[in-house]
């Protein structure tokens, strides 16, 4: 996707979550166009309100592709006084180049992360570590658990989880699906590329 495009996205992302209703008619069309995959339709309609739903399809667009945002376009045929306002906003004068586009390369946003980085990863979320380990799937009684089992160390269960997470993803435990959760709660992305970031090395195997 065009940066400019991307920005615009993410510069409105809760705006549209709030005014756009995804399920009816955008994720089936965008499914048809294939911008989105099976899989990705079907983790979309998987969150449990309106607002995730569009927030999560709007972490997700700017990975799929030079014809996402067109497509996107096109999809909003029953909000077209949304396209109309992006549209408009696009036509205006440019102003600085946008700085706050995610800079991992596909190469890093497609494989699965390891125990030192999901380590670095635990230790940067905050209080919105369980907020992105629901968004990735785990019930609240697994999140529960992890917090049982490690009362005494927030970190410890925030990595118990994300390890969790990742046994039962297998190769689709990527550092793309933790993006999309991340922007999903609200996470700034520099959170993940510094987890990702060697310093002084590869670091230890974690073990749990």
């Keep these: 996707m065009d940066p400019v495009h991307r920005a615009l996205l993410r510069a409105h992302r809760l705006d549209l979550s709030g005014q756009l209703l995804v399920s009816d008619t ?4 965008l499914l048809q166009e294939d ?3 099976p899989a ?18 709007l972490a997700v667009l700017p990975h799929r592709g030079p014809r996402a945002f067109d497509a996107f376009l096109r999809s909003l045929d029953d909000f077209s006084w949304v396209r109309d306002r992006l549209l408009l906003e696009l036509q205006a004068p440019p102003g600085p180049g946008p700085t ?7 190469s890093v946003l497609q494989r699965v992360p390891s125990d030192w980085e999901l380590s670095r990863l635990a230790s940067g979320l905050g209080a ?5 380990l629901m968004d990735l799937g785990l019930s609240p009684e697994a999140v529960f658990r992890c917090r049982a089992d490690h009362a005494l160390s927030a970190h410890g269960a925030t990595l118990a989880g994300l390890v969790l997470w990742r046994r039962r993803g297998g190769c689709g435990a990527t550092v793309q699906r933790l993006l999309l959760s991340l922007e999903a709660v609200g996470v700034h992305w520099a959170v993940l590329e510094d987890s990702l970031t060697p310093q002084g090395g590869a670091g230890p195997e974690v073990h749990l």
Excluded at 26 to 29: E, K
Excluded at 100 to 106: E, I, M, S, T, Y
């Design 128 to 132: 919105q570590w369980e907020a992105v």
């Design 100 to 106: 706050d586009a995610c800079r991992l390369p596909d």
């Design 26 to 29: 955008i994720v089936p069309f």
């Design 40 to 57: 990705q339709a079907e983790d979309i309609e998987a969150q449990p309100t309106n607002t995730r739903k569009c927030l999560h399809l």
């Design 35 to 37: 911008i989105l995959t």
